[in-house]
């Protein structure tokens, strides 16, 4: 019974750790916790690497959450925290600050596609303009994440919205987003493994994690994309209620093109090391190079209105808005 006990105990422990990740040097002197976004699980990791190259000594901790459930880890008192990163800087502007944080910086882009696999239903008939009849086929099981929990879920449901206004086929919304709910997951990159087991067809999913992943996916119309800020007036056209920084709360969210944004808590037990690793993700030759080889172009400098509440030093990397 002991020996049951341990084990189950080590498999219990095992399980908890599995969403973490740490990188680090031999005879590390400093910690950097990072809580970051799902689909910044390559990218994090990648820099991680690349940034421990230049400063030895140093131990990186990460955790990967949908941004919101990533954004409620920081809200919690007893959860370390040195810097976060975000798929939709709104998680930040709307949940921590002013409480938790006082600024956030934009940092990448990216898009909505449609992912699938060499396996799924119909995959050589999809295109841009019949997709949404092939995900509604009753032989066609779909997946999206949870828009309480990840902006990626949030942008799925803009996405249908959008699709019925662009092609004109009222209902479209509510067909696309009740299909297969038991298939909804947390974040985003849980419906990876649902894919390659042949569970699910199709996902709502950002083209940069298809990339990374390696799996084929449909670009969809710049109209449905979230993709270009040029249309930020169309995509202003749907909103919807998601779950708020507290219990009982709501949010209204709004259409609009893809931003990450990252901040560093005002939890952070070693803003200097936060400071330089924020720096180091968004200098054009090191971490924003591996962003845009990932499939995540890089935005930063980009006009900020929070320019002057961020640390001095971290000010070159984002432009006052015209109104400062």
């Known amino acids: 019974m002991q020996i049951r006990y341990i084990t189950a105990l080590i498999f219990f422990f095992s399980f908890l750790l599995a969403g973490c990740g740490s990188f680090r040097q031999k005879d590390h002197t400093e910690t950097l916790h990072i809580i970051h976004a799902g689909s910044l699980t390559y990218p994090v990791k990648q820099i991680s690497e690349a940034f421990l190259e230049e400063k030895p000594g140093v131990r990186i901790l ?7 459930a990533g954004a409620r880890r920081v809200m919690e008192l007893e959860t370390p925290c ?22 956030y910086l934009p940092f990448a882009s ?17 295109d841009a303009e019949n997709w949404f009849e092939v995900m509604l086929r009753p032989d066609v099981a779909i997946g999206r994440s949870d828009p309480d929990q990840d902006p990626c879920g949030v942008r799925a449901v803009f996405t249908s919205m959008l699709a019925e206004k662009y092609y004109g086929v009222g209902g479209l919304a509510e067909e696309l987003l009740e299909k297969d709910r038991q298939n909804i997951r947390p974040k985003e990159t849980d419906l990876i493994a649902l894919l390659e087991s042949k569970h699910i067809d199709y996902i709502f999913l950002y083209r940069s994690v298809a990339q990374q992943h390696r799996l084929p996916y449909l670009r969809l119309p710049p109209e449905l994309s979230l993709g270009d800020p040029g249309l930020s007036d169309w995509y202003a056209q749907v909103e919807i209620q998601t779950l708020g920084a507290t219990p009982g709360s709501r949010l209204t969210e709004t259409g609009q093109a893809m931003v990450y944004g990252l901040t560093i808590p005002f939890k952070s037990k070693n803003p200097t090391l936060a400071k330089a690793f924020v720096e180091f993700l968004l200098d054009p030759e090191k971490g924003q190079r591996i962003m845009e080889q990932l499939g995540q172009p890089g935005i930063s400098p980009a006009p900020n209105p929070w320019y002057e509440a ?11 808005c015209e109104d400062q």
Request: net charge negative; hydrophobic share 40%; aromatic share 10%.
């Open 62 to 68: 990460t955790e990967a959450w949908g941004s919101k």
């Open 82 to 103: 040195d810097v976060f990163l975000s798929a939709d800087y709104v998680v930040i502007e709307q949940m921590l600050i002013p409480d938790h944080a006082g600024w």
């Open 110 to 126: 990216n898009e909505m596609a449609i992912v699938y696999s060499e396996n799924s239903r119909y995959s050589d008939e999809i």
């Open 310 to 320: 961020m640390p001095e030093g971290l000010r070159r990397l984002a432009l006052p």
